[in-house]
């Protein structure tokens, strides 16, 4: 079983690193990176010119820790995500899912910041 999870780790990392040769954040248009757990969803929106995380959102902050990790907890985390892009005046960004496959919770975070008017 531990082989298991270490194979899937392992092409997981491979993919990352395979999408992270092509896609960079800039000022004008960000980099948005999700990472996810079984417990936990994260999104960063970065500018990888100066290296700064403009943006953030996670299910560890105090008023979204009821929100769990499932698909309607992203759509919900994604429109949280959408609305603080907004508010800093960032309509397009370009879309990291880290390696994780486009299905989902991260197909529905990604839905969700939509929702709310992001391009990608």
């Known amino acids: ?21 092509r896609i960079s954040g800039t000022p004008q248009r960000p980099r948005m990176t999700v990472t996810r757990s079984n417990r936990r969803i994260s999104i960063q929106v970065i ?12 299910t560890l902050e105090k008023e979204l820790r009821t929100i769990k990790a499932t698909v309607a907890g ?4 994604g429109e949280i995500m959408g609305k603080r892009l907004l508010e800093k ?32």
């Open 89 to 120: 005046d960032i309509k397009s960004v370009v879309f990291d899912r880290n390696g994780y496959l486009y299905h989902g919770i991260v197909k529905a975070l990604a839905d969700g910041a939509r929702k709310v008017g992001v391009q990608f």
């Open 1 to 21: 079983m531990l082989r298991k999870m270490l194979e899937k780790d392992r092409k997981r990392l491979k993919r990352k690193v395979h999408i992270r040769k």
């Open 74 to 77: 992203a759509a919900q985390l």
């Open 47 to 58: 500018d990888d010119t100066q290296g700064h995380t403009l943006v953030s959102a996670s």
